[in-house]
C-alpha cells in the first residue's frame, strides 16, 4: 500500500513536470499555426458523428427524467428550460468529456505510444528537432481548442434531442420547450459549461500525452499506457467535475453577492 | 459499415447460442469476476462518491433557481441518482477499464495467432474466450450497479448534512417520499443489460484485430467508444420503457 501510494504520488508528479515542459515550450519555441489546424481538423471530425449521437441521447434522456419529476408539481411548462439547464451546466461537459476520453484520448497515446516504442520520437530528437514542438505541442492545443466545437455541436444535439422527445413523449410543443430556455439558462450557467469543458480538456490533454509520451516496453507498454490512460482521464475528470463545481459555486456567490 | 453490422449480428448469435451450450469454465468465469468486481470498486466508489457531492449541489442550485428553497433537495438528488447517475456512471467506468482491457487482452491475442492456435485444436475462440467474460461481465454490473448507488446515495446524505444542513433523519425521509424499491431494481437491470454489451463489444473489436500495435490499439479505442455510446443509447431505450412502470 505505501509502495502504490508512492507511485501514485511519483506519476502526479512525473506529468506535472511533462505539463511544466509543453507550456514552457509553448512560450518560448511555439509550433506552428498550421499544425495546430490539422489537429484540431482530425480531432474535431473524428469525433463529431459519436458526440452529436450522445449528445441527442442525453438531452432525450434528460428530458424523459425530468418529465417524471415534475410532471407530479404541474411545472412541466418548465421542461424545456430545466433540462437544457442541466445539460449545458453539468451533463454536457461531463459527457463530452468521457466519450473524448475514451476516443481521442486513447487514440493519442496509442499513437504517441507507439512512435515512442518503435523510437520514431528518438529519431526526432536525432534529427535536431525537439519532439514536445513537433508532435505533443500540436496534439495538446488540438485536443483543447477542438472540444470546445465538440461540446457546441453536443450542447445543440442535446436540445434537439430533449425538443424532439419533449414532442413524442410528454407533449411539449417545441415553442413551449425552446421558451422557457432563456429564463433559466443564463450566461453564468453557459460560462460555468464552458469552463467546466475547459478544465477537463485540459486535463484530458496532459494525461495522455504523457502516458503516450512516457510509455515503455514494446507493444504491451503500449496497451498499458492507454488501458492506463482510460482509466485516469475518467478518475480526473469526476474529481475536478467536483473541484469546478465548488470553485464556480463559490465564485458565483462572491459575484452575486448573496450568502 | 454494412459488413461489420452483419458481422457483429452473427457474432452476437452465436455468442449466445453458445451461452447456453456446456463445458461451461466456472472456474475462469470467477476469475473474471473478480477482474471485473473486485479491482474495479475501488476506482467505482471513489468517482461515484464524487459524482454525488456534484449532484447535491447542482440540484440545490437548480431548486434555488425554480421554488427559492432547496427543501426538495434530498428527494430529487436520490431520485437522479438511483435512476441514472449511479448506475451510467460506474457502467462507463467499467467500460474504460474492463471493456479496453479486454479488447487488448483478446486483440494481442489475435495478433499472436493464439486465436487461430485455439481454432486449430478445435476449440471455439467464443466459447472459450468471450463466455466467461460475458457471464462475470453481466454478474458484475448488476453487483456493481448496487454498490455504486449504495455509496453513492450515502455520500448524498453525508454532503446534503455538511454542507446544506439536512439531518440524515430528514435525508431518508425525502428519499422514501421521492423513490421506492422498485427503482433499485431497475437500476440492478440496467447495469446488467451495460455489463452484458460491454465484453460483446469489446471481444468483438479484439476478435478482428489487424495484425500490429496499432490494430491492437485502433481496435482498444473503438470499443470503447462504441461500448460507451452504446451505453448511452441504451439507457434512453431503458429510460424509456421503465417510463411506463412508475
Redesign the interface.
Known amino acids: 500500500m505505501p509502495k502504490l501510494l508512492i507511485d501514485v504520488i511519483d506519476d502526479v508528479g512525473n506529468c506535472l513536470l511533462f505539463v511544466r515542459e509543453v507550456m514552457f515550450t509553448a512560450l518560448t519555441s511555439p509550433c506552428s499555426f498550421a499544425s495546430i489546424c490539422e489537429q484540431i481538423w482530425t480531432v474535431t471530425l473524428q469525433s463529431l458523428p459519436?458526440t452529436a449521437?450522445?449528445g441527442f441521447?442525453?438531452g432525450?434522456?434528460m428530458t424523459?427524467?425530468f418529465?417524471?419529476?415534475i410532471t407530479t408539481f404541474g411545472?412541466l411548462g418548465?421542461l424545456g428550460g430545466?433540462s437544457t439547464?442541466?445539460t449545458v451546466?453539468?451533463v454536457g461537459p461531463l459527457?463530452i468529456a468521457?466519450?473524448l476520453?475514451?476516443?481521442v484520448g486513447?487514440?493519442t497515446s496509442?499513437?504517441l505510444?507507439?512512435m515512442q516504442?518503435?523510437e520514431q520520437i528518438d529519431a526526432i530528437r536525432c534529427l535536431g528537432a525537439n519532439p514536445i514542438q513537433e508532435i505533443i505541442l500540436p496534439r495538446y492545443l488540438g485536443i483543447i481548442i477542438s472540444s470546445f466545437f465538440l461540446l457546441a455541436v453536443g450542447l445543440v444535439m442535446s436540445i434537439f434531442g430533449g425538443m424532439l422527445l419533449g414532442l413524442v413523449?410528454s407533449g411539449i410543443n417545441p415553442e413551449e420547450y425552446v421558451r422557457h430556455i432563456p429564463t433559466?439558462v443564463n450566461k453564468f450557467s453557459v460560462a460555468n459549461g464552458m469552463f467546466k469543458c475547459l478544465v477537463f480538456a485540459f486535463l484530458l490533454a496532459s494525461i495522455c500525452t504523457y502516458k503516450g509520451y512516457s510509455a515503455r516496453g514494446?507493444?504491451?507498454g503500449?496497451?498499458r499506457a492507454?488501458?492506463s490512460t482510460?482509466?485516469l482521464?475518467?478518475?480526473g475528470i469526476?474529481?475536478f467535475?467536483?473541484l469546478t463545481?465548488?470553485i464556480t459555486?463559490t465564485a458565483m456567490n462572491v459575484v452575486l453577492g448573496n450568502s | 459499415m454494412t459488413a461489420t453490422l452483419s458481422d457483429f449480428f452473427v457474432y452476437s448469435t452465436r455468442t449466445f447460442k453458445a451461452l447456453f451450450q456446456p463445458p461451461f469454465r466456472s472456474k475462469d468465469t470467477f476469475q473474471q469476476l473478480e477482474f471485473v468486481t473486485w479491482q474495479s470498486l475501488p476506482?467505482i466508489v471513489?468517482?461515484v462518491s464524487?459524482?454525488a457531492?456534484?449532484t447535491i449541489?447542482?440540484s440545490s442550485?437548480?431548486m434555488k433557481?425554480?421554488v427559492q428553497n432547496d427543501s426538495l433537495v434530498p428527494g430529487?438528488a436520490s431520485?437522479?441518482i438511483l435512476?441514472?447517475l449511479g448506475v451510467v456512471?460506474s457502467s462507463?467506468?467499467l467500460?474504460?477499464?474492463v471493456g479496453?482491457?479486454l479488447a487488448?487482452e483478446v486483440g494481442?491475442m489475435q495478433?499472436t495467432e493464439q486465436v487461430d492456435a485455439l481454432r486449430m485444436l478445435g476449440i471455439d475462440p467464443i466459447r472459450f474466450l468471450v463466455i466467461p467474460r460475458l457471464i462475470a461481465c453481466t454478474v458484475g454490473g448488476v453487483i456493481l450497479s448496487l454498490i455504486a448507488n449504495l455509496v453513492c446515495l450515502y455520500c448524498a446524505m453525508l454532503i446534503s448534512e455538511l454542507k446544506l444542513g439536512y439531518s440524515s433523519g430528514s435525508f431518508l425521509t425525502g428519499m422514501r417520499a421521492f423513490v421506492s424499491y422498485k427503482d433499485l431494481v431497475f437500476a440492478m437491470i440496467k447495469g446488467g443489460c451495460f455489463g452484458t454489451v460491454i465484453p460483446i463489444v469489446s471481444c468483438f473489436f479484439g476478435l478482428r484485430c489487424e495484425s500490429g500495435?496499432?490494430g491492437?490499439?485502433?481496435a482498444?479505442?473503438n470499443s470503447?467508444?462504441v461500448a460507451?455510446?452504446a451505453i448511452?443509447?441504451m439507457?434512453?431505450v431503458l429510460?424509456?420503457i421503465f417510463?411506463h412502470f412508475?
Open positions: 459519436t449521437l450522445a441521447f442525453v432525450a434522456i424523459v427524467q418529465t417524471l419529476q411545472a418548465y430545466l439547464s442541466g451546466r453539468e459527457l468521457f466519450l476520453s475514451g476516443k486513447a487514440f496509442a499513437e505510444g507507439t516504442v518503435t413523449f433559466i514494446g507493444a504491451k503500449v496497451g492507454v488501458v482510460a482509466v482521464t475518467m478518475v469526476v474529481v467535475d467536483w463545481s465548488l459555486d | 476506482v471513489f468517482c464524487f459524482a457531492m456534484v449541489m447542482e442550485f437548480h433557481l425554480m430529487f431520485l437522479l435512476r441514472e456512471v462507463l467506468l467500460t474504460s477499464r479496453a482491457g487488448a494481442s495478433v500495435a496499432e491492437v490499439g485502433k482498444t479505442t470503447v467508444v460507451s455510446v448511452i443509447v439507457d434512453f429510460t424509456y417510463s412508475y
